[in-house]
């Protein structure tokens, strides 16, 4: 059973195994997340879609619109700034720093620093993983670790 595993393993990751990001490529996909220390509304989950364009091999922007599903409707709004790290083939590790706006009370600018990571599981596909710290311009606020969880399809 053990060596079914590791041959099936290795056989994703071969075919998984393609250039990391190529400039000029875009991606699309959807997102969830977690907004934690959000204050009285405790954590608040986000449904949202996200889009990637590669600059080079190394840099890449990624606009997102989440909506945020607490009492009211609400909405997050981004762009990140990320530059790659590639460990392996299959992997890409990223620090990002952006800006958001968003009103999960009222209506607030930020600035999001925040790192993530990518798995290629096949040549178009990506899972992503990755969490960002918020901080807000508006003085009532507290400043928001949102956790995200993803895929997105390369083209």
Known sequence: MKKILLTAMA??????????????????????GVYTNTGADGAI???????????????????????????????DISADMQYLFHPARFWTLYPQVG???????????????GAGTDFNITR????????????????????PIIISVGATYKF
């Open 11 to 32: 056989a994703l990751f071969a075919v998984g195994a393609v250039s990391a990001q190529d400039k000029g490529k875009w991606a699309l996909g959807p997102q969830i």
């Open 45 to 75: 989950f986000g449904v949202g879609a996200l889009a990637r364009y590669s600059f080079t091999d190394r840099w890449r922007i990624q606009p997102a619109v989440t909506f945020l599903c607490k009492k009211y409707c609400s909405v």
């Open 99 to 113: 800006l958001s706006a968003n009103d999960i009370g009222d209506w607030s600018c930020g600035i999001n620093l």
């Open 124 to 143: 178009n596909w990506d899972i992503s993983a990755g969490f960002k710290w918020m901080v807000q311009t508006h003085k009532y606020w507290k400043n």
